[in-house]
């Protein structure tokens, strides 16, 4: 069964960073994008970034380019988002995703979220 | 970007009937389409992808049609598990959600 796992989030106030990390099980985690989603309170679902299985370029959304930072370690199965320069806007429930397949493509899992709360 | 635009934002549906929800894209996205459902301080869940395609522990009540720009997710017999938040998702260019369907008791 396939178990993914974030950790990271909180409080950080506005302009700071915070690092999100995602424990991946169950699967092959070698062969497979990764996703993160977000969703802020009371709203619909925003793809955040994805990197392709091998690690290679990786893919953002307009809103986060140039401030987020999605790395992946297939040795140890891991998945992180490095958030910088952080916004109110940016406060969400963030969802470590599972692609299914190698490169950006539709989503077949998800984890149970971790709430990044940007505010001073 | 390609904008997911769902309709209607809220069904109201009473328990045994039939649920049409719709989903439209700005230009095409071929059969890149999924959709899923989520339920109060839950993750989403993958129901269809590929515009029809079951996912796999998915009931055969949920059925998935369209393509191009115009989607339909049906749900033949509405159980009371099945009231939620539903989600289509385009993954032809990038990754775009529409903003949601939530379909609650009649």
């Known amino acids: 069964e396939v178990h993914l796992v974030e950790s990271g989030g909180g409080l950080v106030q506005p302009g700071g960073s915070m690092r999100l990390s995602c424990a991946a099980s169950?699967?092959?985690?070698?062969?497979?994008?990764m996703s993160w989603v977000r969703q802020a309170p009371g709203k619909g679902l925003e793809w955040v970034s994805t990197?392709?299985?091998?690690?290679?370029?990786?893919y953002y959304a307009d809103s986060v380019k140039g401030r987020f930072t999605m790395s992946r370690d297939n040795s140890k199965n891991t998945l992180n988002l490095q958030m910088n320069s952080l916004r109110a806007e940016d406060t969400a429930v963030y969802y470590c995703?599972?692609?299914?397949?190698?490169?950006?493509?539709?989503?077949?899992?998800w984890g149970q979220g971790t709430l990044v709360t940007v505010s001073s | 970007e390609i904008v997911m635009t769902q309709s209607p934002a809220t069904l109201s549906v009473s328990p045994g009937e039939r649920a049409t929800l719709s989903c439209r894209a700005s230009q095409s996205v071929s059969s890149n389409l999924a959709w899923y459902q989520q339920k109060p301080g839950q993750a989403p869940r993958l129901l269809i992808y590929?515009?029809?395609t079951r996912a796999t522990g998915i009931p055969a009540r949920f059925s998935g049609s369209g393509s191009g720009t115009e989607f339909t997710l049906t749900i033949s017999s509405l159980q009371s598990e099945d009231f939620a938040v539903y989600h289509c998702q385009q993954y032809n260019n990038w990754l775009t959600f529409g903003g949601g369907t939530k379909v609650e008791i009649k």
């Open positions: 995703a599972k692609d299914r397949v190698g490169d950006i493509s539709v989503i077949d899992n």
């Open positions: 990197i392709p299985s091998s690690g290679g370029s990786t």
């Open positions: 169950g699967f092959t985690f070698s062969t497979n994008a």
């Open positions: 590929g515009a029809s």
